[in-house]
T-cell receptor, first 111, second 113 residues
């Protein structure tokens, strides 16, 4: 199964944009790129997903490289409530039900 | 609409005891999965199911059993608890369509002494 690679940790100042990178160089043509985040003492929650085009929703934006080997989750104005572990995973035709998570990126937001 | 419900929220077991962690979803999702999360680590897949009557192993299946007799329920059984199974357990569900999101329960915190 295709794997993803993320930095262990990142820091941001409150109200500044945050760009969280993810590498997925072995992604297949039909894999969707999904992002989840996990707030302290909670289960993961969905953030955004996409296939090829950049995507926006009320929580974040997802920028996908043209070759799809990397993507970036963009939080336009970080708040203290955005401090969490962010996971980038791939969901494909054969593995949609068994997505594997890496260790994710721990985002610290400084006031 | 309750989403994914896990019970119990907390549990302490003695080494060698058995128990079942419950997971139920009310969204008619085909896919359900169990993960464990050790302190400071990411989630590791234990078992998953793509529909009623169909289950398969994930990354760390040893010491755990699952069954899926209905679409709604996906219990995780610990056969003989060991201290190494101390962890937080999360259940997830989703439609089979890879273009849809997964939903997670709030977790069961298990301590084996």
């Amino acid at each position: 199964d295709a794997k993803t690679t993320q930095p262990n940790s990142m820091e941001s100042n409150e109200e500044e944009p945050v760009h969280l990178p993810c590498n997925h160089s072995t992604i297949s043509g039909t894999d969707y790129i999904h992002w989840y985040r996990q707030l302290p003492s909670q289960g993961p929650e969905y953030v955004i997903h996409g296939l090829t085009s950049n995507v926006n929703n009320r929580m974040a934006s997802l920028a996908i490289a043209e070759d799809r080997k990397s993507s970036t989750l963009i939080l336009h104005r970080a708040t203290l409530r955005d401090a969490a572990v962010y996971y980038c995973i791939l969901r494909g035709t054969t593995n949609a039900g068994k997505s594997t998570f890496g260790d994710g990126t721990t985002l610290t937001v400084k006031p | 609409n309750a989403g994914v419900t896990q019970t119990p929220k907390f549990q302490v077991l003695k080494t060698g005891q058995s128990m079942t962690l419950q997971c139920a979803q009310d969204m008619n999702h085909e896919y359900m999965s169990w993960y464990r999360q050790d302190p400071g680590m990411g989630l590791r897949l234990i078992h998953y199911s793509v529909g009623a009557g169909i289950t398969d192993q994930g990354e760390v299946p040893n010491g755990y059993n699952v069954s899926r007799s209905t679409t709604e329920d996906f219990p995780l059984r610990l056969l003989s608890a060991a201290p190494s199974q101390t962890s937080v357990y999360f259940c997830a569900s989703s439609y089979s369509n890879k273009n849809t999101e997964a939903f997670f329960g709030q977790g069961t915190r298990l301590t084996v002494v």
